[in-house]
């Protein structure tokens, strides 16, 4: 190879601790960079030519490649930003650039791309962007069933739009029920006393004018919000009595009627219907009542159907009390009260967006301020098969190429929220390469300067 073969071998040297250099240099400078992968360098040798053994050949030059770390996982660090994501495993969050501005709203491109950097924000419009520009993108979900709506992903916006109210359909109740109500008329012996005496109050619905009689013959069976189809209130009261029977000689221990309250109207109290037990405590069988509210038993014979109820000016159709499940009962119980009380109900009033959250399973949800919880958006994670073959761009982005393979978005690791991943560059990893590559580099211009002295001696030998 010669002395010329040398500088030549010197100088493709010092090309390639430049390119070490040069990503060492990168390294650093985005040692804080959110999802940064750092790039290696890997050195490869030229043989230069000669024999066909080696012991006729000679070190040839040197040149060096960049290598991906994209696999290598950085550190998650937790944040307080909602909207922070991070990667736990395999995947990049998938997501594509703003195009422009039509009347007044961002259009996207059609090319996606590729990030570790979850430092997502909302913005003004409503849509998830990282600092990078980079918007997110993911399946929108149908509200009623949860499922994917289509199977391409789409730009992730999160509207303003409140969430429509929705009228309760059902209650559900439980409680037991004492064997003997201790209301203000027991007198603590005769259990005749505790009973609503039809003769004073009248029969189905209490009128005003009976209400206080109506209370100290009751026990409370407490009382729940419910709403009608425009999201408007109801506070209804649920109140317990049992009923004297024709017979004063022969107390009807096992049947109640249950009442709900009119809020200030006449009637006061409103009769839904009267429920039997049987001797074990259990519930037995249903009756509507004959107030002026229109009730249904219901097929299973375990609920009453409510066609219309007003509190107040106020009224909900369609509405459900239901004792599923064996949730009305009648045992004994010496205070004499509705006990283990609970009531549930399914609507609730329109509601304004108040915050956002990502779940385990990666789905953007909502939260309103009537409590309810919306799952908006899936967010996928992309696999490649050569991902190291992907291209890097600008803002620790990749987009894919025809080496690397197409987006599989059906796996993945996981998604954490809440938190951000860090670059895979160490500052103190690099500067030790830092140490190795500038002596290399030296050493290189040492070569190129004993090869020239060489040159010049043979120069000033042939004169």
Same mark, same amino acid.
């Given at each position: ?10 100088? @493709? ?6 390119t070490?250099? %040069?990503?060492?240099?990168?390294? *650093? ?7 940064? +992968? ?13 024999g =066909? ?25 937790? /944040? ?7 990667i ?7 997501v ?19 990030t ?7 913005? %003004?419009?409503?849509?998830? !962007? ?6 997110l ?17 789409? !730009?992730? +916006?999160? @509207? ?10 059902? *209650?559900d109740?439980?409680?037991?029920? #004492? ?19 039809? =003769?004073?109050?009248?029969? &189905? ?15 409370? $069976? ?5 709403? /009608? ?12 009595s ?8 022969? #107390?009807?221990l &096992? ?11 006449? #009637?006061?109290?409103?009769e839904? $219907? /009267?429920?039997?037990? &049987? ?9 509507a ?18 066609a ?11 509405? %459900? ?20 009380? @609970?009531?549930?109900?399914d609507?609730?009033?329109?509601? %304004? ?17 009537n409590?309810q ?20 761009? &600008? ?7 025809p ?14 929220a /809440? =938190? ?11 500067f ?7 002596? =290399? ?23």
């Amino acid at each position: 190879m010669g002395i010329y073969g040398a500088i030549n071998a010197a100088v @493709s040297g010092l090309s390639a601790q430049a390119t070490a250099l %040069e990503n060492l240099s990168g390294n *650093v400078a985005n040692s804080q960079t959110t999802g940064y +992968k750092r790039l290696d360098t890997t050195f490869s040798d030229l043989v230069s030519g000669g024999g =066909a053994t080696q012991a006729s050949q000679v070190s040839g030059t040197s040149y060096a490649t960049s290598r991906a770390t994209n696999t290598l996982q950085g550190d998650i660090s937790a /944040n307080d930003v909602d909207t922070y994501l991070a990667i736990n495993g395999e995947g990049y969050f998938v997501v594509t650039k703003a195009n422009d501005v039509v009347d007044g709203s961002t259009t996207f491109a059609d090319t996606n791309y590729y990030t570790r950097a979850g430092d997502f924000e909302i913005d %003004e419009e409503g849509y998830l !962007v990282n600092s990078s520009g980079y918007y997110l993108t993911g399946y929108e979900l149908d509200p009623d069933t949860g499922n994917a709506v289509g199977d391409a992903v789409s !730009v992730v +916006k999160i @509207s303003d739009q409140p969430l429509a109210a929705e009228a309760t359909t059902q *209650v559900d109740y439980q409680a037991n029920l #004492p064997t003997v109500p201790q209301n203000e008329a027991y007198d603590g012996s005769d259990p005749d006393t505790a009973l609503l005496d039809t =003769a004073t109050v009248g029969t &189905d619905d209490i009128a005003a004018a009976d209400e206080q009689t109506f209370l100290d013959q009751s026990i409370t $069976g407490g009382s729940i919000t419910i709403y /009608n189809e425009n999201g408007t209130p109801l506070n209804v009261e649920i109140r317990w009595s049992k009923t004297l029977n024709a017979d004063p000689g022969v #107390p009807q221990l &096992d049947t109640w009627t249950i009442f709900m309250g009119s809020g200030d109207n006449d #009637p006061a109290w409103l009769e839904i $219907g /009267n429920v039997t037990f &049987d001797g074990s405590g259990e519930m037995d069988t249903l009756t509507a009542g004959d107030g002026s509210t229109t009730v249904a038993v219901s097929a299973a014979g375990n609920s009453f159907e409510i066609a219309s109820i007003t509190v107040g000016d106020v009224t909900a159709a369609n509405v %459900e009390v239901s004792f599923a499940g064996g949730s009305l009962t009648q045992y004994s119980d010496s205070a004499g009260v509705a006990s283990s009380v @609970s009531i549930e109900q399914d609507g609730y009033p329109a509601g %304004e967006v108040t915050g956002i959250y990502v779940d385990e399973a990666g789905r953007i949800n909502a939260t309103y301020s009537n409590s309810q919880v919306r799952a908006l958006y899936e967010v996928p994670l992309a696999t490649f098969k050569a991902e190291q073959n992907l291209q890097r761009i &600008d803002g620790a982005a990749f987009a894919a190429t025809p080496t690397s393979g197409e987006a599989d978005l059906s796996g993945g690791g996981s998604i954490i929220a /809440n =938190a951000l991943e860090l670059s895979n560059s160490d500052i103190a990893t690099e500067f030790s390469k830092l140490i190795i590559t500038q002596q =290399a580099y030296s050493a290189n211009t040492r070569v190129v300067s004993a090869a020239d002295d060489m040159l010049t001696d043979a120069l000033n030998m042939v004169q």
